[in-house]
């Protein structure tokens, strides 16, 4: 499995690239704006879209049709996808812890730590329930069901927008405020039922 997850770094090589540009640039424009809230959510759905280009990758390069002749059985293969998680939004935390150890020495960005890390970890247990989503479509769909993750974005943003000018957001921060860990836990215990259904996914997916 080790080498399953090589494979999906090094194949994204280049794209890793643009990802840290991606990422470098919401930071800065985060900091520029004075609401630095924005980054983690912003480095949340940059991991997500990860998997979904790697899936991608895959495709194009037909790599589903030489990985039914690997010496692993399923599970195995569809656990390397899931453990790819660690190593993606593990890097996401360090930067996101990172930019919490600078936002005291820019005093011109105002906010609370509290705030922040509370914010960070509604932001990384939302992103695994989207995950614990998207892998089984993902497996079952493809790399072009990345318009499911399109779709769920649009729709947090719209709600978002819409209830900030209606009052409705405000309202809801306290509530929201309480459940930080929950979201975490649900999006951690998310993992297993979402990876036995992409076990089944794979195990009955034709190539």
């Given amino acids: 499995m080790k080498g399953l997850i090589l494979k999906d770094f090094f194949s994204m090589k280049k794209q890793l690239k643009m990802y840290l540009l991606l990422i470098l640039g919401y ?20 991991g997500s879209l990860y998997f979904v280009q790697v899936f991608t990758m895959d495709e194009t390069c037909e790599w589903k ?32 812890l990172i930019l919490n150890l600078l ?8 906010t609370q730590g509290a705030d922040m890390g509370m914010i960070g970890v509604l932001s990384f247990g939302s992103m695994l329930l989207i995950e614990a989503v998207l892998l089984p479509l993902l497996y079952r769909f493809g790399g072009n069901s990345r318009i499911y993750i399109l779709l769920i974005l649009a729709v947090f943003f719209s709600l978002f927008y819409a209830g900030s000018h ?10 929201v405020g309480r459940l930080p860990w929950v979201f975490l836990l649900a999006g951690a215990a998310s993992q297993i039922p979402s990876y036995a259904l ?9 190539f």
């Fill in 65 to 96: 049709i030489l990985e039914r002749v690997l010496p692993l059985s399923a599970g195995k293969i569809v656990l390397s996808r899931y453990l790819l998680v660690v190593p993606v939004f593990g890097a996401a935390a360090v930067l996101y």
């Fill in 198 to 206: 992409s076990v089944k996914i794979y195990k009955k997916k034709e």
């Fill in 27 to 46: 930071m800065v424009l985060g900091l520029y704006m004075k609401k630095p809230a924005i980054i983690g959510p912003m480095l949340c759905m940059v």
């Fill in 103 to 110: 936002l005291p020495l820019l005093p011109a960005v105002r």
């Fill in 166 to 175: 209606f009052g409705a957001a405000e309202a809801l921060w306290p509530l």
